[in-house]
């Protein structure tokens, strides 16, 4: 299940590809960090998403009155959907930022990583730990979607069951919810994923 995997060059892929031909493309809020949203009464604060890629998510957490900062190590991802945030006149703060090594230095209310996570190997997910582990504030939320374990195949992110999800972060956030859903995007059939809701201690 932990066999290593292999994944587009980041860098290169928003060069070349339509962000809309991507797996992961969703142009609504994803629906479980919507429902989770809800339920939690959170409608405002601020926002970093990690990993933004196309941007869809962090534009429409900006659009629902988020203060928001979107991140992503790809330059050509975060030019593109700068560009569109603008045209929309929406005010997200974009930033071109690896998360293994990075520079954001500000606290959120909440940090949404929507796909990220589960494409680092388990050597780098301690890094990934300690940096998150900054980023929130005490008692804020993370929200994470990833591949599940019942996501067939070795192809792509790795799968995750939900006590290894409480086994990588119980050591910073308590566990609300971890719950098995899709990754909506462009495949057919929508890959299994696991939505969780994290609180940091
Ligand atoms: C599966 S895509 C998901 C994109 C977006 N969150 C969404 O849901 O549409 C994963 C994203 O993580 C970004 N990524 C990969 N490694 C990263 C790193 N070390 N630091 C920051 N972003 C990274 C990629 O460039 C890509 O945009």
């Known amino acids: 299940m932990n066999k290593p995997r292999q994944f587009p060059d980041w860098k290169q892929i928003y060069q070349d590809r339509e962000v809309e031909t991507m797996p992961w493309f969703n142009p609504d809020l994803d629906a479980d960090l919507e429902r989770a949203l809800t339920d939690l009464n959170l409608n405002a604060g601020t926002v970093l998403d990690l990993g933004t890629g196309p941007g869809t998510q962090a534009i429409a957490l900006a659009e629902r009155g988020f203060s928001v900062t979107a991140s992503d190590i790809s330059e050509a991802a975060i030019a593109r959907a700068e560009g569109i945030g603008k045209e929309q006149g929406l005010d997200v703060t974009w930033k071109q930022d690896d998360i293994l090594n990075s520079t954001l230095n500000q606290q959120f209310d909440f940090v949404f990583d929507r796909g990220c996570f589960h494409v680092f190997s388990p050597e780098q997910r301690q890094n990934y730990l300690r940096t998150l582990n900054n980023l929130v504030k005490p008692k804020g939320y993370f929200f994470l979607k990833c591949f599940s374990h019942l996501q067939p195949g070795e192809e792509g992110p790795y799968r995750f069951t939900p006590e290894e999800i409480r086994d990588i972060f119980t050591p910073h956030f308590n566990i609300h919810s971890?719950?098995?859903?899709?990754?909506?995007?462009?495949?057919?059939?929508?890959?299994q994923a696991l939505f969780s809701v994290l609180e940091k201690h």
Do not use: F, H, S
């Open 178 to 191: 971890i719950k098995e859903t899709v990754y909506q995007g462009t495949l057919d059939p929508l890959p």
